[in-house]
């Protein structure tokens, strides 16, 4: 008789996957440890997350998550384990010492934030560190809790806050930041590592103020905001370029006249012409006339308008009074040659312009600035020319375009100065010793 002798191999039952919990926050995952397989009692049978260091593990504390010392997957982390509850920006880990690795862990809807010192016109990184299976979201908040930065993904899926990149994290004011890790969609991440730095910011780095100096640093970082060598604690015109740096004066690209002399404001009866200016000759422009900054001009002063732009606004200085008024500009230019050019001028309202002394334009009409409006031959001698403008206005805006044309084209190589000595440059002169210089008083 043949005896047939059946094995049947004993196979534990499956177990049911426990229901997750919830929150206030969401739904919270089981760890790796709730569903790891049954016990088999007659078998050898080991795992990572069952809480026993076997061969090939450098660790296993059963929960499934690193952040903790012991990676998700049993291997010892280096770097410095997060410390919870750190889950809010006042709830943040303080961080002592940057750079090194920090080791966390993100169960579903959780969020780990850290804080940082950082210096006054420093700058924040932050940058998850490979391999990144689980791209993170993360975001810079500022001493007061608003949100400054916002961290991007790159082609290998680590998220990053790179103060190049992100205006927030650069130029920073001094104090203490917060740096947030959360998962896309609050996943389960079972561990990550990141570094948090702090940096000098960098002058190459676009800068969204305006930079005075084009030195790539923002004003609020710059302690010579104005690049002319004189400290802005010291600078008695800390905005305006007048130290021993100051470059000369130049037109502008477009040839316009940017810096002037000007005097005003002059209150004056209604034009009987119009717009036309009033014949008296307020500050002497009847004859000779060679004004310094500081110089009496009638019952005004000649004082510097320096970086004007191409429409010097009177109503930025002299806007005090109503209209009607008057006020004049001045400005010498120096020219490498003798020839014919065009002077051209825009100007709100009417206008009376001369060139090296005589006048050349007699503008009755009332108009806004129009660049290039009126225009008449002059000749350009080699050396020192000046041009005068006096503008009325008989009622809302007030002021002045002035450039010269060589067939219609833009003259760039006239050099403006406010002072008949071509070597002047504006200075740290401060006549009446109130701290501000003569010429941006």
Not at 361 to 373: A, K, M, P, T
Not at 427 to 438: I, K, R
Request: net charge negative.
């Amino acid at each position: 008789m043949i005896t047939m002798l059946v094995m049947f191999a004993c196979t534990p039952e499956p177990k049911l996957e426990p229901e997750p919990t919830t929150t206030e926050t969401g739904p919270v995952d089981p760890t790796p440890a709730d569903t790891a397989p049954p016990e088999d009692s007659g078998s050898d049978w080991s795992w990572c997350g069952d809480g026993a260091v076997a061969e090939g593990e450098d660790c296993d504390d059963g929960n499934g998550f690193g952040g903790d010392g012991c990676s998700s997957s049993c291997t010892a982390e280096s770097g410095t384990p997060e410390s919870e509850p750190n889950d809010t920006v006042a709830e943040a880990t303080p961080l002592t010492e940057l750079g090194g690795l920090l080791n966390a862990s993100l169960p579903r809807w959780d969020v780990d934030c850290w804080s940082l010192s950082a210096a006054t016109c420093g700058a924040i990184r932050a940058e998850q560190q490979a391999p990144c299976g689980s791209p993170l979201a993360l975001a810079l908040y500022a001493p007061d809790g608003s949100t400054l930065a916002a961290g991007g993904v790159d082609a290998d899926g680590c998220a990053s806050i790179m103060p190049e990149e992100a205006p927030g994290a650069r130029w920073v004011a001094g104090g203490a930041y917060v740096v947030c890790a959360s998962a896309l969609a609050g996943a389960t991440v079972p561990d990550y590592a990141l570094t948090l730095t702090t940096q000098a910011s960098d002058a190459g780095w676009p800068v969204s103020e305006v930079d005075l100096d084009g030195d790539g640093v923002p004003p609020s970082c710059d302690d010579d905001r104005d690049g002319d060598g004189v400290l802005d604690d010291d600078d008695t015109c800390p905005d305006l370029s007048n130290g021993p740096d100051s470059a000369a004066l130049t037109v502008n690209g477009s040839g316009y006249v940017t810096d002037w002399l000007t005097a005003g404001p002059f209150a004056v009866a209604a034009s009987t012409d119009t717009c036309r200016p009033h014949e008296e000759a307020t500050v002497g422009e009847d004859g000779p006339l060679a004004p310094t900054l500081g110089d009496a001009a009638g019952s005004a002063t000649w004082v510097a308008a320096l970086g004007a732009g191409e429409v010097l606004d009177f109503t930025l200085d002299y806007g005090g009074i109503p209209a009607p008024r008057e006020a004049y500009a001045y400005v010498y230019l120096t020219s490498p040659t003798a020839r014919r050019l065009t002077l051209s001028i825009g100007a709100d309202d009417g206008m009376f312009a001369w060139w090296n002394g005589a006048r050349v334009l007699d503008v009755v009409s009332c108009q806004g600035v129009n660049r290039d409006q009126f225009q008449v031959d002059v000749d350009v001698v080699e050396g020192l020319n000046t041009l005068l403008v006096k503008v009325h206005d008989q009622g809302g805006g007030w002021g002045v375009a002035a450039r010269l044309l060589d067939g219609g084209a833009p003259v760039v190589d006239l050099v403006p100065n406010l002072d008949a000595d071509p070597s002047w440059r504006p200075d740290q002169v401060d006549s009446d010793g109130d701290g501000v210089g003569d010429v941006c008083e």
